[in-house]
């Protein structure tokens, strides 16, 4: 199985109680990479920054924070304990570059750190600034699978 995933965003869902993550995560990023996992038989996760590897349907409620880099390595630890017990057999992380986005870079690390731990092979899909439909990145996300 694929592991398919892509980190959180600052932009929420400002209602009260737990949504899911799909719904509480205000990001056109999030929901293509959504159904592009969808579209390729994968298994999705959203990293955030606070719970780890989240399904789409993770209820969680409100909250703010962003991943730092004094953050990753107890991140990294946690999120190898969640792939493990995905077992999936590689995993790629979809985001936009540290040039388009700085504070990105702590999730691809922790992201990246975690799956060396895990022994799960990995990749990043690097996604076009301002490509987020889903059959494109189905297309960026096809190119890295095994055969």
Same mark, same amino acid.
């Given at each position: 199985?694929?592991?398919?995933?892509?980190? =959180?965003?600052?932009?929420?869902?400002?209602?009260?109680?737990?949504?899911?993550?799909?719904?509480?995560?205000?990001?056109?990023?999030?929901?293509?990479?959504?159904?592009?996992?969808?579209?390729?038989?994968?298994?999705?996760?959203?990293?955030?920054?606070?719970?780890?590897?989240?399904?789409?349907?993770?209820?969680?409620?409100?909250?703010?924070?962003?991943?730092?880099?004094?953050?990753?390595?107890?991140?990294?630890?946690?999120?190898?304990?969640?792939?493990?017990?995905?077992?999936?057999? =590689?995993?790629?992380? =979809?985001?936009?570059?540290?040039?388009?986005?700085?504070?990105?870079?702590?999730?691809?690390?922790?992201?990246?750190?975690? =799956?060396?731990?895990?022994?799960?092979?990995?990749?990043?899909?690097?996604?076009?600034?301002?490509?987020?439909?889903?059959?494109?990145?189905?297309?960026?996300?096809?190119?890295?699978?095994?055969?």
């Amino acid at each position: 199985m694929i592991l398919i995933a892509t980190y =959180c965003s600052r932009d929420k869902a400002a209602d009260p109680g737990k949504l899911p993550a799909i719904d509480r995560y205000l990001s056109r990023r999030i929901q293509a990479v959504y159904r592009a996992a969808i579209s390729v038989g994968a298994e999705f996760r959203i990293l955030s920054g606070k719970y780890g590897l989240l399904k789409a349907s993770s209820e969680i409620p409100h909250y703010d924070l962003l991943l730092t880099s004094a953050d990753v390595p107890r991140m990294s630890a946690r999120i190898a304990e969640q792939i493990l017990q995905i077992e999936p057999t =590689c995993a790629i992380f =979809c985001s936009r570059t540290v040039e388009q986005d700085p504070q990105v870079r702590p999730y691809r690390t922790a992201f990246s750190a975690a =799956c060396s731990m895990a022994g799960v092979e990995f990749t990043v899909v690097d996604m076009p600034e301002n490509e987020m439909r889903a059959e494109s990145i189905a297309e960026l996300i096809k190119k890295f699978l095994p055969s």
